[in-house]
C-alpha cells in the first residue's frame, strides 16, 4: 500500500496561501496545551517491520522494480535505529520474517548483513523477532498439517532458516501474513506456543476485525485483548496493531500519542497504552518521501527518523517490545468475531481470491491435496503391490512444492494482477504439482493393475449382467472423520449403455446401486460420469467392479413422466424442488411452493464501466428422467459486450440436474466472457511491471445466485462456513452497527471455503457447494448485501467463481477521517479483479441445497462436503493419459514494450506454461521486421536492437509476437504496437486536491495546538 504523495510543485503556492491565510486562526489555538504529566500511567510506542521480499506488487529482481527497494530501505531503517541507540534513544524494532523466500533465499544471497546486523540489534539494543509464517502463506486456507508444518518451520526448519536458527532467539508472537486468521487457527498457534497474535484494528480500509466485533474502547483498542470464539470457544490474546494509515488518521504519532495522554491525565484512560505501528519494511515512508521545502515538517512523511524525533523528548512515551509490553500487561477485555480475517480490499479476501487465475491455480492445488491424501490411503489397500518408499516420496516432494505455491503473494495482493515473474513462478509450480499427481495416480493405477491379478472379486450373479470397470477407490479428503460419499466421479467405461442399471460390487460382493447425474471431461479431455449412490454410508475405501445389468421391471430408458426430475413446459421439479422458467429465463426456485431465488439468478453477466451486459439466455430440455438418470436442463447463449470495445462475444453453456427427490440442484457448465480492446496500460514508467488490459471492466458473475427471502436489522443475515481446518462456524453481516454507509455492502468475502458456503436470510437457508475436481478456490463464493430502504429489509447475493466491486466498508474511527480516505486512494489493491476475466474461459460444477431455519442441517452439510470432494477414483481400463496437445496455436495477448535503463523491456500475457516459445519481430516501420528475438515465459529484456545496431534515442519501433510450438509450428503474428525509445516517469497515484488540503489542514492546526 502506497501513501499520499504531496509532492507536485503546482500546488506549493497554494498550500502556502492556506497557510498564510491561517496564521491568525492558528494562533489563537497556539498554547492551549498542558504539557505537566500528573499520570503514572504511559504511552508506550512500538515499530514493527513486516519483511517478505518476496512480492505480488514486483519482481524477483535486485532493483528498485523487485526485492532491492526492500533491501535499500531495511538497511537504512537499521542504520536510523543505531544512530538514535548511540544517541541514548532506546528505540527497539519488533521485526517478522518469511523464512523460505526472504530468510532462506533472498537474504543469505544478496544482503545477508541485514540478518547480520538484526543478530546484533537483538544483542546490543533490544530489538525483538517475532514469527509470520514459514512461507508467507495463506494459513487461512491451509490443512493442519501444513499450518503446523508453516509454524513449527518459521521457529526452526531443516534448511536453518528459523527464526530461532537464525537468531538464537524469538517471541512466540504471531504477526500472520496479510493478517489471515480462520477459527480453529489460534488452536493450532497454541499448540506450538505461541502466547499472542497482532492484528490490525485500523480505522483504514487496511484491517482485519475492527467491523467484525463491537466498539473496543481505548483500553482495549490499545493494550492486549483476549479473544474468544462464541461457537468454537478457543481463546488468543489479540495485540490491536495500526499502520501508517492510522498515523495519518490521527495526524501524527506525536498527537496520537498526546490524545491517549490526555485521556490519562482526566481519568478517562486508567491504564498504560501501546501504540504498535506495523507495516510493510519495504514502505518509503519508513525512509521518507521527497517534498518540497515548504512542506518537510509534515509528520508521517520523513521516516523512521522523523517518528522517533515526534516522542523521543515526551517524559510519558516510552519505547518497547511487544514481548515486554506483553509481559507486564495482562489482557484488559475480552472480545470475539468469527470472520475469516485478511487485510485485502473490503477487510477479506478479495484481492486473493477473485480474480480469475486464482481458480485455476487452486483446482491444481486441490487436486495435490486430494491425489495425496488418497494416496496414504491406497497404502492400506494395495498393500505389498506398493512401493512405500517410491510413493512416500512423491507424496513429500508434492508436499513441498505445495507448501510453497501456497505463499499469499501468488495470488495477491496486487490486483489486478501480480506481477509477472510471480506469474511464471506460480506457472512453473502448478506444472510440478500436477506432475507429481500424474506420477502418483499412475503409479497407483498400476498397483492396482498388479493387484486385480492375485485377487478374485465376489459378485453375484445379475442376469444380462456386464462389467464395465474395476476401480480403485480412495477418500481425498483430509478430515479423519467418516465421510458419506453420496457423489462418485469416474472414467466413462467403454460400452456404458444409457438404458442399462448401473452398480458397483465391492470386493466381498456387497453391492451398491448407482444414478448417472451429469457428464464432463477431465483436464486431459477424456470424459467423465458424476453418479449418485444409494447408501452413501457403505462406499468406503476400496476396490470395485462397476456393472451395468438388465433388471426385470426395470424400465431402463424409458421416459418416466413422474419421479425425480420431471419436466414440463414452463417447470422442472422432484419432491422438493421447482425450477420454474418464463421465455428462456428463469423465473425462480421453489422449495415445498416457497419461492427461494429471483427471476435471472443463474444468468452470467458483466459490469463494464458502469453498465450490466448480461446474457441471452435459451433453455431446453437436453434429455428427460429415466429410471437411471434424471432430466437434464440445458441453458446455452452468447454474453455480448460493449459495442465498439469487443472483439469477441462471450458465450455460456450449463446443464441443471435435480438430483432424487432431495432438495439439491446441480448446476455444470462452462462459461466464456466476452474479449474486450486492451487499451489501458498499467506501471507504465517500471518496464518489467508495465501491463497491457481493459481496466473497464468491474464485476463479474457467471452464475449468480439472487436469493429472494429478505430480513430485517434485528435478524441480520447470517454466513455459515468451513474452513480446511474442518471447523464448521458462522457470522453476522452487522456492520450497519458502526456506520449506516454500511447497510449495503458491496463484497462480503470472509469465509474460507473447503467445500460449501451457506447464507440463512430470515428463516430460510441455502448453502452452495462447488466440486473441487472441477473447479476450486479457497474463498470461491463472495457475497452481496443489499438495504431495501422502502421496507428497510436486507436480501442477498451469491457469486460462485465470480468477482464484486464497489465501495470500501466504513470503519468505527476516532481520528479524522483522512488515514482512511489516503488509503482507499492509493492503495493498489483496491482495485477490480474484473479485467482478469477478460476473455477467460471457466468451467465449474455447483450443487445448491435449499432448506428452511438457521442451521445448515447435518445431512445437508455431509452432502455438500461429498458433492465438494468425491473419492479420488483410480481405473483399471481407463489408465491417466498424458495432456493433448491443442489443436490452434495462437499468439499470446497483452503485448506492451517500454524502455528503461538502456534496454527495451517486451511483457505478454502467458499465466500457464512457462515453457511456451516464442518469437518477437521489431523493426523501425510498420509492418516491416528487421530484428527477431527468440523468448520463453513472458518477458524479455534486450539491450540492442540487433548485434552491431543500438535502440536510438527519440527514433520509433514497431514490433509484434508470435508462438512457436514444439513442432516448430508458428502462430500467426499478435496484434502490431509501437513505442518509443524514451525514459517514461512512473506515474503514480494521484489524491484529489481536496484530500490533500485536509490532510495539509489537519497538521497545521495540530501543530499549533501543541
Not at 104 to 131: K, N, S, T
Not at 578 to 599: S, W
Not at 760 to 772: F, L, P, T
Request: proline share 6%; charged share 20%.
Amino acid at each position: 500500500m502506497a501513501l499520499l504523495k504531496l509532492s507536485r510543485p503546482r500546488r506549493l503556492f497554494l498550500y502556502l496561501l492556506i497557510v498564510a491565510a491561517a496564521f491568525p486562526i492558528l494562533l489563537v489555538l497556539a498554547g492551549t496545551d498542558d504539557d505537566s504529566s500528573q499520570s503514572k500511567h504511559k504511552i508506550f510506542i512500538a515499530f514493527g517491520f513486516h519483511v517478505n521480499l518476496y512480492h505480488s506488487f514486483r519482481n524477483d529482481t535486485m532493483d528498485e522494480s523487485g526485492f532491492g527497494k526492500d533491501i535499500r530501505i531495511i538497511r537504512h531503517i537499521i542504520r536510523t535505529l543505531d544512530h538514535f541507540n548511540a544517541a541514548g534513544i532506546p528505540v527497539k524494532g519488533v521485526w517478522d520474517f518469511d523464512n523460505l523466500f526472504s530468510l532462506q533465499e533472498i537474504l543469505p544471497r544478496y544482503a545477508p548483513d541485514i540478518i547480520e546486523d538484526i543478530r546484533r540489534r537483538i544483542d546490543q539494543w533490544g530489538d525483538e523477532v517475532i514469527l509470520m509464517s514459514y512461507n508467507n502463506g495463506l494459513v487461512s486456507a491451509m490443512t493442519h498439517e501444513e499450518l503446523n508444518d508453516a509454524v513449527r518451520w518459521s521457529i526452526t526448519n531443516p534448511w536453518h532458516s528459523g527464526v530461532e536458527d537464525l537468531f538464537g532467539t524469538y517471541t512466540p508472537i504471531v504477526r500472520p501474513q496479510e493478517m489471515m486468521t480462520t477459527p480453529g487457527s489460534f488452536s493450532v498457534y497454541k499448540k506450538h506456543g505461541i502466547k499472542a497474535v497482532s492484528l490490525y484494528y485500523s480505522a483504514t480500509p487496511f484491517d482485519a476485525f475492527s467491523v467484525f466485533c463491537r466498539p473496543l474502547t481505548r483500553a482495549e483498542a490499545h493494550n492486549p485483548i483476549l479473544y474468544r470464539h462464541t461457537e468454537t470457544k478457543e481463546e488468543m490474546v489479540v495485540i490491536p496493531t495500526y499502520h501508517i494509515g492510522d498515523l495519518v488518521e490521527h495526524v501524527s504519532l506525536a498527537n496520537w500519542a498526546s490524545q491517549l495522554h490526555q485521556l490519562q491525565e482526566t481519568g478517562r484512560l486508567n491504564e498504560d497504552a501501546l501504540i504498535f505501528i506495523n507495516y510493510d519494511a519495504d514502505s518509503e515512508l519508513w525512509q521518507g518521501i521527497d517534498l518540497p521545502w515548504a512542506l518537510e515538517w509534515l509528520p508521517s512523511t520523513n521516516g523512521i527518523g522523523a517518528l522517533v524525533k515526534e516522542v523521543k523528548d515526551l517524559d510519558y512515551v516510552h519505547f518497547t517490545t511487544l514481548g515486554t509490553y506483553l509481559g507486564n500487561h495482562p489482557p484488559v477485555g475480552t472480545f470475539s468475531f468469527s470472520q475469516d480475517t485478511a487485510d485485502g480490499s473490503f477487510d477479506g479476501y478479495n484481492s486473493w481470491a477473485e480474480k480469475a487465475e486464482t481458480s485455476s491455480y487452486w483446482t491444481v492445488i486441490a487436486r495435490s491435496r486430494r491425489v495425496c491424501n488418497a494416496a496414504v490411503r491406497a497404502k492400506q489397500i494395495l498393500k505389498e503391490k506398493l512401493d512405500a518408499a517410491q510413493l512416500d516420496n512423491l507424496i513429500h516432494f508434492a508436499e513441498l512444492t505445495r507448501l510453497r505455491a501456497l505463499s499469499t503473494t501468488h495470488f495477491g495482493m496486487a490486483t489486478p494482477y501480480v506481477a509477472r515473474q510471480r506469474e511464471q513462478a506460480m506457472a512453473r509450480l502448478m506444472n510440478d504439482l500436477d506432475a507429481y499427481s500424474d506420477n502418483i495416480e499412475r503409479l497407483l493405477a498400476d498397483r492396482l493393475r498388479q493387484h486385480i491379478q492375485h485377487v478374485s472379486l465376489t459378485t453375484k450373479t445379475v442376469h444380462n449382467q456386464s462389467p464395465l470397470d474395476t476401480v480403485l477407490v480412495l477418500s481425498g479428503d483430509s478430515e479423519k472423520a467418516k465421510q458419506s460419499n453420496r457423489f462418485l466421479k469416474v472414467p466413462r467405461p467403454a460400452g456404458f449403455k444409457e438404458e442399462m442399471a448401473l452398480f458397483l460390487v465391492s470386493d466381498d460382493g456387497h453391492r451398491l446401486t448407482a444414478t448417472h447425474l451429469a457428464d464432463s471431461v477431465d483436464k486431459q479431455g477424456d470424459p467423465t460420469m458424476l453418479l449418485s449412490i444409494d447408501r452413501p454410508e457403505e462406499l468406503t475405501n476400496g476396490i470395485y467392479r462397476i456393472y451395468q445389468a438388465e433388471i426385470p421391471g426395470h424400465k431402463g430408458h424409458q421416459e418416466i413422466s413422474g419421479g425425480p426430475g420431471k419436466m414440463d413446459d414452463k417447470e422442472l421439479a422432484n419432491q422438493h424442488l421447482a425450477i420454474r422458467f418464463n421465455e428462456d429465463r428463469i423465473d425462480g426456485i421453489y422449495l415445498d411452493g416457497i419461492r427461494q431465488t429471483l427471476r435471472d439468478s443463474l444468468i452470467p453477466y458483466i459490469r463494464w464501466e458502469g453498465k450490466i451486459y448480461p446474457a441471452i439466455p435459451e433453455v431446453h430440455i437436453e434429455k428427460k428422467a429415466t429410471e437411471n438418470s434424471p432430466t437434464v436442463l440445458r441453458m446455452t447463449g452468447s454474453i455480448p459486450g460493449p459495442a465498439g470495445q469487443t472483439q469477441r462475444n462471450g458465450w455460456f453453456d450449463y446443464r441443471l440436474t435435480l438430483v432424487d427427490d432431495l432438495p439439491y440442484l446441480i448446476l455444470q457448465g462452462s462459461v466464456q466472457y466476452p474479449t474486450t480492446v486492451t487499451a489501458d496500460l498499467l506501471n507504465v514508467g517500471a518496464a518489467g511491471l508495465m501491463r497491457r488490459t481493459d481496466l473497464n471492466w468491474q464485476e463479474v458473475a457467471p452464475v449468480e445466485i439472487r436469493f429472494a427471502p429478505e430480513t430485517t436489522k434485528s435478524d441480520p443475515v447470517q454466513i455459515m462456513k468451513k474452513n480446511y481446518l474442518g471447523v464448521a462456524t458462522s457470522y453476522p453481516l452487522d456492520y450497519f452497527r458502526h456506520n449506516d454507509r454500511n447497510l449495503n455492502l458491496d463484497d462480503v468475502n470472509n469465509h474460507i471455503t473447503a467445500s460449501y458456503v451457506g447464507v440463512c436470510v430470515g428463516n430460510n437457508a441455502m448453502a452452495v457447494a462447488m466440486d473441487n475436481s472441477i473447479q476450486s478456490n479457497f474463498a470461491f463464493a463472495p457475497m452481496k448485501l443489499q438495504y431495501h430502504n422502502d421496507n428497510q429489509t436486507f436480501a442477498v447475493r451469491v457469486n460462485p467463481f465470480g468477482a464484486y466491486h464497489g465501495q470500501q466498508y466504513a470503519h468505527p474511527t476516532r481520528g479524522n477521517g483522512n488515514g482512511f480516505e489516503v488509503t482507499a486512494i492509493t492503495g493498489k489493491q483496491y482495485a477490480s479483479s474484473g479485467p482478469t476475466y477478460n476473455g477467460v474461459c471457466q468451467s465449474f460444477r455447483l450443487m445448491l441445497a435449499f432448506f428452511p431455519g438457521k442451521q445448515i442441517p447435518t445431512s445437508i452439510s455431509r452432502d455438500l462436503a461429498a458433492f465438494a470432494n468425491p473419492p479420488l477414483v483410480i481405473s483399471l481400463h481407463n489408465r491417466p493419459q498424458q495432456p493433448k496437445q491443442f489443436e490452434r496455436l495462437l499468439p499470446p495477448s497483452g503485448l506492451v514494450a517500454a524502455y528503461q535503463d538502456g534496454s527495451v523491456q517486451f511483457s505478454w500475457d502467458n499465466n500457464f506454461d512457462p515453457q511456451a516459445h516464442y518469437r518477437i519481430l521489431c523493426g523501425v516501420r510498420p509492418g516491416d521486421y528487421q530484428a527477431v528475438y527468440p523468448a520463453v515465459g513472458n518477458q524479455l529484456r534486450v539491450d540492442r536492437y540487433a548485434p552491431n545496431l543500438p535502440f536510438i534515442k527519440g527514433r520509433r519501433y514497431y514490433a509484434t509476437i508470435e508462438s512457436i510450438s514444439a513442432e516448430n509450428r508458428i502462430s500467426i503474428k499478435a496484434p502490431e504496437i509501437q513505442f518509443t525509445i524514451r525514459q517514461e516517469e512512473e506515474r503514480g497515484t494521484k489524491a484529489p486536491i481536496g484530500l490533500e488540503l485536509k490532510v495539509l489542514w489537519a497538521n497545521l492546526t495540530t501543530m499549533f495546538s501543541h
